[in-house]
């Protein structure tokens, strides 16, 4: 009954590869994001969706690209893995209510890992 | 004090007191706010919110305060149990397009 689910939780790889980070919800929300931790504990959002519409695209690098087939999917992926993509990513999810705030619902992370 | 490692402001309390976290924003267009916690190995969780049209708000052990004369918003934890140790993160959002922007985090610790 996960309701925020990320996959997979733990990612090591080589500096150069690219990798994806899935992210699903169940909960009918509207709206999906990526949020960034870095060794810090610093949260910054990289991306929003909302019924797979692009609305929050930060300072992020190009080789990061997300992908949302549906609005309870919103995937990551990262080309060209750089040291500095060394993270736990975080995917989130909120309704649509038509207000602009709400409680952000999280799942519990992916640790990625470049070596 | 700042933990170091993690860089974080740290705040250590004996099981069975009070707690309060503070945080600072700096966005006057800010009109909401939300309090997380977030366990180690774990996503961050819902504490508590409060909007901008209020200056007090009170959850299960838990307060929050917003001063937007000085854009300061605290967090009170009451009866601290070790259970409530974490990394607890303020959040604003304001403007549009719906961002959640998080502050630096405080570790709180709670010795038994």
């Known amino acids: 009954d996960t309701a925020v689910s990320q996959t997979p939780k733990y990612l090591v790889t080589q500096m150069g590869n690219d990798k994806s980070i899935k992210c699903e919800q169940n909960?009918?929300?509207?709206?999906m994001y990526w949020y960034k931790q870095d060794s810090k504990k610093f949260l910054k959002i990289m991306f929003s969706?909302?019924?797979?519409?692009?609305?929050i695209n930060e300072t992020v690098p190009n080789r990061f690209s997300p992908k949302s087939p549906d609005k309870a999917h919103l995937n990551l992926h990262i080309n060209s893995l750089e040291l500095g993509d060394s993270a736990v990513y975080f995917c989130?999810?909120?309704?649509?209510?038509?207000?602009?705030?709400?409680?952000?619902?999280f799942g519990e992370g992916s640790r990625l890992t470049v070596l | 004090g700042e933990s170091v490692g993690l860089h974080l402001p740290t705040l250590s309390v004996q099981e069975g007191d009070n707690s309060i976290i503070n945080c600072a924003y700096s966005?006057?267009?800010?009109?909401?706010f939300i309090w997380y916690k977030q366990e180690s190995g774990k996503g961050p969780q819902f504490i508590i919110d409060i909007r901008s049209n209020m200056d007090k708000r009170q959850g299960q052990r838990v307060t929050v305060l917003l001063n937007k004369t000085v854009k300061h918003l605290s967090l009170q934890i009451a009866a601290t149990q070790p259970g409530d140790s974490a990394v607890y993160f303020c959040a604003e959002s304001g403007g549009s397009n719906y961002k959640l922007t998080f502050g630096k985090g405080t570790l709180l610790t709670v010795n038994p």
């Open positions: 969706y909302n019924n797979k519409e692009l609305i």
């Open positions: 989130a999810s909120r309704p649509w209510t038509g207000e602009k705030d709400g409680e952000l619902f």
């Open positions: 909960l009918g929300h509207d709206t």
């Open positions: 966005n006057s267009a800010s009109d909401y």
